[in-house]
Each structure stands twice: as C-alpha cells, then as structure tokens.
C-alpha cells in the first residue's frame, strides 16, 4: 500500500506469467463487481456525490468509470482474441465521466452492467491457453503492443485501485 490516495495500491506493476498469478487476477475480474458493490453500499447521495481526494472523482463518476473502463477492457481482449494484433480504440474518460448518463444515472445502474460484463468477460478468459495470454493488441495512444496477459494485470489492477478509493475515503471520513 502506498501514501499516495491517487494510488492507495501503488502502480500496476507488470508480472511474468504464472498459472498462480492468472488464478488471482482472474478471480480479481470475476469478484470485482461483487467488491465494489459492497464499498459503497448503504452510502447516500451526499456520500456519492464527494471526490474520493480532493480535485478527483466522486464516488458517483468512479463507479459509472469502472463500468466504461471495462466495458472496453472486455472489447479489447475480444479483438486480441480475434484479430491479429488490431490497434484498440483509445478514448477520452475524463469526457465521459461528463456525459449525461455519469450525472443522471444512479449508480445501481452500472453496479448492474458490471455484474453481466463481468460474467461474460471471465467466461471468455478463464480458459485461455499460455499462447492465447501472449496474443497483442497495440494501443495507439502509449504507442505500444500490449499482451492480453498484460491487460489481465492492468485491469485486475484497475478494479482493486477504485475499489480502494472508495474504501479509503470512506476510513478518511469515518462512513
């Protein structure tokens, strides 16, 4: 764990293969939803509505990303699977996070999403072979080819990371 509230998990870290390291992020991307519903369970409006560090997202707009974020993450590894080395699409979450749904929408609505997201997207990866885990994908905006091994990492990472925002802030404020 770091100091650092922008990253109370420390950064992702890039790991080797390892069939015991697979099993733990698989069950990081199987559990997530199961792990953010209950981070901001029983919180109210004006508890969503507070940045989880000040100048950062509220609880609200972190919720309504993971579900963005991995909708896209489960895009992505469909076309490594798919396609040879296609280029993914990066786009714009700081802009989404603005558009009408984030600010609309209660967040049960993305809670929801994420449960099907998630079962369909561990359904799809938890079989995978050692080659299928070393299929790439490029990602035009790091300007670099990315295994699917190393997108396990990331989003297993990226999951725990706000789950962590929100837990931390919720200690902070004594919710």
Do not use: C
Not at 35 to 44: C, F, I, P
Not at 132 to 160: C, D, F, N
């Amino acid at each position: 764990m770091t100091e650092d509230i922008r990253y109370p998990i420390g950064s992702y870290v890039p790991q080797s293969f390892s069939h015991k390291q697979k099993e733990a992020w698989l069950l990081d991307i199987k559990f997530l939803p199961e792990e953010l519903e209950v981070a901001v369970q029983n919180l109210d409006a004006h508890q969503l509505e507070t940045p989880y560090r000040e100048g950062g997202w509220t609880v609200h707009q972190l919720v309504h990303h993971v579900a963005d974020s991995h909708m896209n993450a489960y895009i992505r590894f469909r076309l490594g699977l798919t396609e040879e080395n296609p280029t993914i699409r990066p786009y714009e979450e700081k802009e989404w996070a603005k558009l009408n749904d984030v600010k609309t929408l209660p967040i049960n609505v993305s809670l929801t999403l994420l449960h099907a997201l998630h079962q369909r997207w561990y359904a799809t990866i938890k079989d995978l072979s050692e080659d299928q885990w070393e299929r790439t994908v490029v990602h035009p905006e790091h300007k670099k080819q990315m295994s699917l091994w190393h997108l396990l990492g990331m989003y297993a990472w990226h999951g725990k990371h706000h789950v962590k925002h929100i837990i931390g802030l919720r200690e902070r404020k004594g919710w």
